[in-house]
């Protein structure tokens, strides 16, 4: 969609749901020559000639869109209506416009599991937005059934959605969309409802209820610490929510498969982080426990949404018992073509829901998770420190003389030297190879007793260190703005969490995601702080090497590649939850030595996988 028409949308309309309605079912019907006057729903929002304002507003649009040269068809409408959610609500909402060549494969292949297609299928989207997935699953059924539309809108299509605008702009989208295909009816009979999914009794509205055939949908994408307050209550009610801070996305499968017919079929497209977070370590549990027909596609870090950076999957589960899940990692989603799909096929047994699914190369993975003892129990880690406001503490000096660094941040402040501590970036290690060159400065108000970080007490702050005090007082508005205004910090200018406030003497760095085996750095200046990234901390300078050695591997790196969380570009993820399971090898102490001493990489790489027993 042509960038000009977001930005004249989101500059106008915005936040004025039925005004933006009626720009956009004005200039569809007015680009498509569509006659919706005697549909009693659209013609609500045809804007006259009379009114003159608005009639100038969509002059005005309909300017924008024939510079465009777009064809403004059904997509376009689907796209602009889910654009036009205010920026607050889709984060709440997360709300997102799932591709029609997604759609259309979700649709197609869930249907295509079910026995019979015919006149009394039900079929169901949770979290319809504007209900493309309805509007697909619409043309599906009218091909296999000849069911009019206007049938099909009244007896086989079920939406529910949170915000009434969404449920209306699905009225809109649908009711345009059957005119357009030559049906004209004054008024469509829908089952288009607005509800909290986490809660809502589906008993309650649809009489005989015995669980939909077909579930399809985009289950909205809202992180933990995003999700409203109403929504947050509801959660407790779904065991897939019993285990870290789950995401919204994550009770829409229990409640999608609890509302399926037996044999019935659901079909998401969604987050694919389940399979190793903390978060979903229930829903894992979930599926081994009641080990359903479970199909993933696996786009791994190939980003499906524009509007999202999300790394996502498709999932398509049949209410049916199977010993095995079926899994395969495409590149793209122009890689769905066709039905036939050579997935992989792992017994459930197979699958650790505690430590999370390894869902590629399993046998191998699994074989390296099983051996000698898990990393995560002989090395801690650390992430680095949590300001919340890097720009506000974290600084390069313009310059310097005997008692003060001077900070520039908006103007020139001078920092007394001794409130200041060097500094690292260890996620600059997959470029930089030492510290030195990552060092800055950290304004930090902590005095160390027994190697912990005591927050300095706010008049000792004032009287030693005035200038400091002064600066972090002129930014407060700006450190009160953390946690969304709501954080619980011990003074006004305590980081915003208290991790790594402590004394760390042997330290090895390195990233927290990387496209290729990174820089790993050790060092042993225990005053030595660090921010983002990951440090795993030892006894001694030997225990570290021996560490690095291991993580600079050919074998640490494939087990890297095959289970940790891949991002964009190439970049996997060497977070404590990816690397805590590889096992590490009993080794002697004369294998341990020469591990530690061997210089030659490929040598080393020969020997550990022979020990592993395991060849790349």
């Given at each position: 969609m042509n960038k000009e028409i977001f930005k004249y949308l989101s500059t106008h309309f915005s936040q004025q749901p039925f005004a933006v309605d009626c720009i956009i079912v004005s200039s569809f019907a007015s680009n498509n020559n569509l006659n919706i006057k005697n549909n009693n729903l659209l013609n609500k929002y045809l804007i006259p000639e009379t009114d003159v304002e608005e009639y100038k507003k969509l002059t005005e649009f309909l300017n924008v869109l024939d510079k465009s040269n777009i064809q403004f068809g059904f997509e376009e409408l689907v796209e602009l209506f889910e654009f036009v959610i205010s920026p607050s609500d889709k984060i709440v909402n997360g709300a997102v416009y799932t591709p029609k060549k997604i759609r259309d494969w979700i649709v197609a292949q869930s249907l295509s599991k079910l026995d019979k297609v015919d006149a009394n299928i039900k079929i169901c989207d949770p979290a319809c937005?504007?209900?493309?997935?309805?509007?697909?699953?619409?043309?599906?059924?009218?091909?296999?059934?000849?069911?009019?539309?206007?049938?099909?809108?009244?007896?086989?299509?079920?939406?529910?959605?949170?915000?009434?605008?969404?449920?209306?702009?699905?009225?809109?989208?649908?009711?345009?969309?059957?005119?357009?295909?030559?049906?004209?009816?004054?008024?469509?009979?829908?089952?288009?409802?607005?509800?909290?999914?986490?809660?809502?009794?589906?008993?309650?509205h649809i009489k005989g209820f015995e669980g939909f055939n077909l579930i399809v949908g985009n289950p909205p994408y809202v992180c933990s610490r995003n999700i409203d307050e109403e929504s947050k209550k509801?959660?407790?009610?779904?065991?897939?929510?019993?285990?870290?801070?789950?995401?919204?996305?994550?009770?829409?499968?229990?409640?999608?498969?609890?509302?399926?017919?037996?044999?019935?079929v659901l079909g998401y497209i969604t987050m694919n982080t389940f399979f190793k977070s903390v978060n979903g370590r229930a829903l894992r549990y979930y599926f081994n426990s009641e080990q359903f027909n479970l199909n993933i596609i696996d786009f791994g870090s190939e980003?499906?949404?524009?509007?999202?950076?999300?790394?996502?999957?498709?999932?398509?589960?049949?209410?049916?018992?199977?010993?095995?899940?079926?899994?395969?990692?495409?590149?793209?989603?122009f890689s769905l073509n066709g039905n036939t799909i050579n997935f992989d096929q792992i017994a459930y047994e197979n699958l650790n829901p505690s430590t999370g699914w390894n869902l590629q190369s399993v046998d191998i993975v699994n074989k390296l998770e099983s051996t000698g003892t898990p990393?995560?129990?002989?090395?801690?880690?650390?992430?680095?420190?949590?300001?919340?406001?890097?720009?506000?503490?974290?600084?390069?000096?313009?310059?310097?003389?005997?008692?003060?660094?001077?900070?520039?941040?908006?103007?020139?402040?001078?920092?007394?030297?001794?409130?200041?501590?060097?500094?690292?970036?260890?996620?600059?290690?997959?470029?930089?190879?030492?510290?030195?060159?990552?060092?800055?400065?950290?304004?930090?108000?902590?005095?160390?007793?027994?190697?912990?970080?005591?927050?300095?007490?706010?008049l000792d702050f004032k009287f030693a260190f005035p200038k400091a005090y002064q600066y972090l007082k002129s930014k407060r508005n700006i450190l009160d703005s953390r946690d969304k205004g709501k954080g619980d910090y011990e003074q006004w200018y305590a980081f915003g969490r208290n991790q790594s406030l402590e004394k760390l003497k042997y330290k090895l760095f390195f990233p927290h995601i990387t496209p290729k085996i990174p820089n790993y750095v050790l060092n042993s200046n225990e005053t030595l702080l660090f921010y983002n990234g990951i440090a795993a901390i030892g006894k001694d300078e030997s225990e570290l090497r021996f560490l690095e050695k291991i993580m600079s591997s050919r074998l640490f790196w494939f087990y890297i590649t095959n289970s940790s969380k891949p991002y964009g570009s190439g970049y996997f993820s060497l977070s404590r939850n990816y690397i805590k399971n590889f096992g590490i090898y009993d080794f002697s102490d004369k294998e341990y030595d020469y591990i530690v001493n061997e210089k030659d990489s490929e040598r080393l790489d020969r020997f550990l996988e022979s020990k592993y027993e395991v060849n790349l």
């Open positions: 937005g504007c209900s493309g997935f309805l509007l697909t699953a619409a043309k599906e059924i009218k091909k296999l059934t000849g069911l009019s539309y206007k049938k099909i809108f009244k007896h086989n299509l079920f939406g529910l959605d949170i915000q009434e605008y969404s449920i209306v702009r699905s009225q809109l989208l649908l009711s345009l969309f059957a005119i357009n295909e030559g049906e004209f009816e004054e008024e469509f009979k829908f089952n288009l409802l607005q509800g909290n999914a986490l809660e809502f009794d589906w008993t309650c509801h959660l407790d009610k779904w065991s897939v929510c019993n285990s870290g801070h789950p995401d919204l996305y994550i009770p829409f499968f229990q409640l999608g498969m609890e509302s399926l017919s037996n044999n019935g980003q499906i949404f524009q509007s999202k950076s999300t790394y996502t999957c498709i999932c398509i589960i049949q209410k049916t018992k199977s010993d095995s899940v079926n899994y395969i990692k495409i590149k793209n989603a990393l995560g129990k002989l090395f801690k880690t650390r992430n680095g420190i949590a300001t919340l406001k890097n720009g506000i503490y974290i600084f390069d000096p313009i310059d310097e003389d005997e008692d003060y660094y001077y900070l520039k941040n908006g103007k020139v402040y001078p920092i007394e030297k001794g409130i200041c501590r060097d500094i690292v970036n260890p996620n600059k290690l997959t470029r930089i190879d030492e510290v030195n060159s990552l060092k800055r400065k950290v304004i930090f108000p902590y005095s160390f007793k027994n190697k912990k970080a005591e927050l300095l007490p706010d």
